[in-house]
Every structure is written in C-alpha cells, then in structure tokens.
C-alpha cells in the first residue's frame, strides 16, 4: 500500500464520522427573487419550493427534495409527477465519496423482522446502536470499493486537484487508506490500469447517499395521502410530510396568460434574457442538474441553454417538463401532459417530444439494436 502524505492543512469534517450517526440540517437556496426559500426538514427528508405558480385555480409546484436514495423507486412510483433527479452518472466519484463519509444516510430506527411489508416492534437502544454500527460498515466497504473502482488515488487526488480542492482528496485519501487497514482489505483489492467511469463507480454508494429531485405537479393529493399515512414506510413519510410543509409554507404567484412557470431562473437571468422560451430552455438545463448553478458553481445561461440543447438531441426530454404557462386556444390537444388542462407544457411544444426513433438516425437505432435489423424494423412498426 502506497503510503499518504498529508498536506499542513485543519483537519477535514470527514474526521467527524468513521462511525455515528447524522443529524440533519435546514439548508437554503435562492428563489426567484433573490430570497432563500427555507427549507422544511422532516427526519430523513428535506423539501424547499423553487418556483410555485396558481392559474384558473390550479397550483403548479415545483420542489426540490432531499431524501435517501434506497427510496427513489417509492418517489417514482407517481406517475403525475414530472421528475429530474441529481444523476450518480454526473457526479464525480470523489465528491460522492466525501458526502457519503461525511453525511451517510443511516434510518432512523430500526424494527424488528417480522411477516409482511412493515417492520415490527422498534429495536432495544442496545440493538440500535449495533444495527447502526453494522450499517456503517457496509458503508465504509462501500466507499473502498468505489474509490478502487474508479482508478484509487491517483484518480481521486487528480479529479479533486482539476476542481481546485486538492487538499480534500488528499484528506479524502487518507481516510480510505485508513478504511482499507481498519478491515484488512489490502490483500482483497485490485489496482486497476484504468479507472471505470462515475456511472458504474459510484453505484456502491448508493445505499449509504442522499438524492436530490425536482419535483412538479399539480396533483398532489394522492401523493399525500399515501406518503403521509400509517401505511408509508417511515423514510417515505418523511419526504412525503416535508413536501406538505413546503407546499404550506409557500404562496403562489398568480400568472397571467403569457406567463411563465419558470424552475430555478432568478431575477439577474431575466435582466440577462428577456425571451421567454429562452429562458424555458435555459430552466430546462437547470432542472437538469437540480440547481440555480453549473457543476463548477457558477451562474451561466450560457452553460444552461448548451446542456438543454444537448439533451434534447439526445432524446432526453424530462427536464422540459417542469417549464409551464397557461393554455392558448392554438395549442395542441394534450399539450397539458401530466398537468392539470389550464396549463401547457414546454415539453408538449417542442418537436417529436414522444417519439426519439424521429430524431435518431437509423445507423444509431440500428448499432443499439446490436445490429439486428429485424427488430429495427419491429420498432418502428409500432404505433406513435
């Protein structure tokens, strides 16, 4: 094992947790106008409101969520919701590995085994403690594994020295080193000429991270009444009762006919840009990422309107779902999508937004088919 030198620099929060346990913290963004939406913390769950908007009567919201990525699949189990989810596919290895060490996603309690889909009597204090401590090392194995996945140090002190946070890989680095002797591991691992892309490394941590959503809708009601129930798993009802208090807490701005409903764009985007369909597009870049900003941290339409572009040609439509104005007597029938019919959709107006085998070529469709011309062929007989 090669060993870790350290730079002179104040110890990193990572020293705060090899094992404990998480105690969650309200955290603010900037809203459309330039004031810090407060963000309603429930437990596991975190929900502030990013753009909310009421016409004819229908409330459309749009709220950003945090809550334990074990439970995306409940969260995407409401098919009225228009989603957009900060992707492991993104996110660097070493920054996933940082929050995972420093802010691990551990439940709450822990219940006994039992027969059928709720967990039984709460644990003794005792047990807790041990479950906890059995959780977290999953997650340190989890972290190790990851970081050997992804190409070691080498890998994670260059990724962080090209975002100008050297001195954290370095701390970053040390932890896993001392991870590695604390379980052994150093005969069980393998160097790898190569590191594997974020996509696959960061899948190991996925079980100990949190997961940030935007979230849209206008039918909230059976959401609420199968979250905020008995019957919900304790971490659904967490995020389930912090987006009731959001949607409580916040005031709608009435829009007029024209209007925009406008994730994430604040007051200095539109001294910047007056087009509305600009700005829809440059929010459909921001709601991709789940931020006001850039990976990189900063305010750029620019950047924004590239990734919307990008994503579009890529046949990747969910981020113009978010964006909404009041319906015109010219738009086309559906154009509500999965919203209430008062309102029209950015995505509904964008071309051969349901049907990616127009906007693809052939060739394309042909070399993901793995070369099978027949099923080519099958897919596009199928109905639009």
């Known amino acids: 094992m090669v060993a870790m030198h350290s730079p002179s620099t104040p110890s990193s929060n990572l020293d705060r947790m090899l094992f404990g346990t998480f105690k969650s913290q309200s955290t603010q963004g900037v809203s459309p106008m330039n004031q810090a939406p407060f963000a309603h913390t429930e437990v596991s769950a975190t929900a502030k ?9 229908s409330r459309l919201c749009s709220i950003e969520v945090e809550f ?3 439970y995306l699949a409940e969260f995407n189990t ?14 660097p290895v070493w920054k996933r590995l940082l929050a995972v060490l420093e802010r691990p996603y551990i439940p709450n309690s822990f219940g006994a085994n039992k027969a059928g889909m709720q967990a039984g009597e709460t644990l003794s204090d005792s047990d807790q403690k041990k479950a906890v401590a059995n959780w977290l090392v999953g997650r340190d194995i989890a972290v190790v594994q990851a970081c050997f996945l992804a190409g070691g140090w080498p890998e994670i002190l260059n990724a962080s020295e090209k975002a ?6 370095f701390k970053l680095c040390e932890k896993i080193d001392k991870l590695i002797n604390q379980y052994n591991l150093s005969t069980k691992l393998f160097i790898q000429d190569r590191g594997l892309h974020k996509q696959h490394a960061n899948r190991p941590l996925e079980t100990y991270a949190f997961h940030t959503v935007l979230v849209t809708a206008t039918h909230w009601r059976n959401f609420f009444g199968l979250r905020n129930s008995t019957k919900a798993q304790p971490e659904a009802n967490d995020f389930g009762i912090a987006i009731a208090k959001a949607m409580m807490g916040s ?3 009435e829009l007029s006919p024209g209007e925009w409903h406008l994730p ?12 509305q369909l600009v700005l829809a597009r440059a929010s459909s870049g921001k709601s991709a990422r789940t931020s006001y900003l850039t990976h990189d941290g900063i305010r750029a339409l620019s950047e924004d309107l590239n990734l919307a572009n990008s994503l579009a040609s890529s046949g990747h439509m969910s981020p113009y779902q978010h964006q909404a104005r009041p319906r015109e007597d010219s738009d086309p029938i559906g154009a509500h999508g999965n919203y209430s019919p008062v309102w029209t959709q950015f995505r509904k107006l964008l071309e051969n937004e349901s049907d990616f085998t127009k906007i693809c070529s052939n060739e394309e469709l042909l070399i993901g088919c793995r070369g099978d011309q027949a099923m080519v062929d099958f897919i596009l007989s199928l109905e639009e």
């Open 78 to 91: 409401h098919t009225r919701f228009s989603r957009n989810s900060a992707s492991s596919r993104a996110m």
């Open 49 to 57: 409101m990013i753009c909310d908007s009421r016409y004819r009567g």
């Open 164 to 169: 100008g946070r050297r001195d954290e890989g």
């Open 264 to 275: 994430y764009i604040i007051q200095e985007d539109r001294e910047e840009v007056s087009d």
């Open 68 to 70: 334990p990525r074990p």
């Open 251 to 253: 005031t709608p701005t």
